[in-house]
């Protein structure tokens, strides 16, 4: 009899909760679509439909630059807010979009710099391997990501040019990423993962990182469906072992306890990883020593390839600039793979890659933080009341004319160079404002940690393979596919590849 109860009394809290959503008074007054009120279903299905951050964009140029995106979940463009949401100055978490981020081993949840939500457990987490990501430490480690790019050079030639196998082809959507795992693994325990001497991935680690992310780009928009499915005490005891990337994640740091390193002579950041669990065990037990591990593989790779196959996308699809960049490399005699201090120093590279970040950013979630309780100051006329999600999207802010100039919708490298008619003067503000605002990397203390390693990286390879290689697309009149989900991730753009007039491997350093 009560039982019967239930349902008619469920389905009245269901409505009264809607009808709160829909005319809660402190968000009434920010536009936006009158559905997305309602509930986050708006939200998953978009990000399941990976269409998210295009919705957002074309949100933010009908209603303004603050829109109501859920119903309790608002979206800001307006750069000039960058700082309020994610300075150092202030303390706004992360909102528990990143619950389903968090992983379990053996039954009890593992969270790590990235997926912590709390500032203060956040800055214990990060203090101790904080210098191990600093500009001075992955300078050191420079020459291995010299001898990957190398070696991936000397793979390309083989697998794709002088080799015997006859393909033309190059699946380099996919190549990129195998240099970017393959440089992580040289990075964190001084050896490559495999991909690049077998141009392949035969344990699917590359479909892994897709299937994680995607998971937690759709659950993270209803943070509590994770329970149903996940983040439940059954599925934690009975069904997920510890898997996937923590797996691998133990099995080195077990490999590295039994077997030492390949190259001991080498100081990387396993061993620096260890050294900070044994300068701080009371933080860095081996559940965050995986945590740490595990964040490099996940984090490190697929962004680090986003932007090699925008970087050659781009340039191939603009013929004046990829003449540009082979022109001021040839014109400085530049030796391969470029050192980054050289390549930084290439005003029209630099500007470049600068260029390839901002027109095509890495992230295509919302960049969520909680509005703490004594509210957010807004320029539009009202407060944002505590415990709100507000979030920017890179897609947006990064395509703001205000900031980026008026053809911020095109893809335009010169815009971080020196204008023939602008002041020097006048210039060093227009870049310094630009540069203060580009947010593929995010803001503040939640900044991305692995932001020297991706500039290495990319300042390195990209222009060892442009200046190297000409490029040209294997199907010119097809355009490459972009799926904007968790990360802004392309396929179909196999690429046919040719040494340049007079270049070979013999131009080629830190060959194996
Ligand atoms: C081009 C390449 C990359 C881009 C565009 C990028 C972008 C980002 C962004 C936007 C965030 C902030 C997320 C948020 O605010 O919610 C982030 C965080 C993070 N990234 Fe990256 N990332 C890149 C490469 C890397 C690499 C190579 C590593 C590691 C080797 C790495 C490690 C991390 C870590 C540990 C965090 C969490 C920082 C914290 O919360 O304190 N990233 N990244």
Known sequence: MYILLL?????ALVFIRFLYNVFRHDLYWIPGPFFVRFSNIWRFIEMYRARYADNAVALHHKYGKIVRTGPNHVSVADPDMIDQIYGHRQDYPKSDMVVPWQKVVNGKIMTGIVDTRDRKRHSELKRPVASIYSMSSIANAEDFISDTIAYFVKRLDESFISGLSGERKVPMAAWVQYFAFDAIGELTISRRFGFLETGADPEDQLGQIDR???????????????????????????????????????????????????????RDMMARFIEAQKAHPDIVDDNVLRAYITTNLVAGSDTTAVVMRAAIYYAIRNPHVMKRVQQELDDNNVTYPLQYKTSIALPYVDAFINEVLRYHPVASIPLERVVPPEGMPTPFGHRLPGGVVVSMTPWVTNFDTEIFGVDAEKFNPERWLQGEKESHEASKHRLSVMRANEFSFSKGPRKCLGIHVAQQELWKCIPTLLGLFDITLAEPQKEWKVKKQFVSKQSEMDVILQWRPGKSLKDVSHLP
Request: net charge positive; no cysteine; proline share 7%.
């Open 212 to 266: 994680e992310l995607e998971y937690r780009a759709v659950i993270g928009t209803m943070p509590w469906t994770h329970y149903l499915i996940k983040g439940n005490w059954f599925y934690r005891r009975f069904i997920e072992p510890t898997t996937g990337f923590i797996l691998k994640a133990s099995n080195l740091i077990k490999d590295r306890a039994v077997n030492g390193s390949t190259h001991p002579e080498r």
């Open 7 to 11: 349902f008619p009394a469920l389905a």
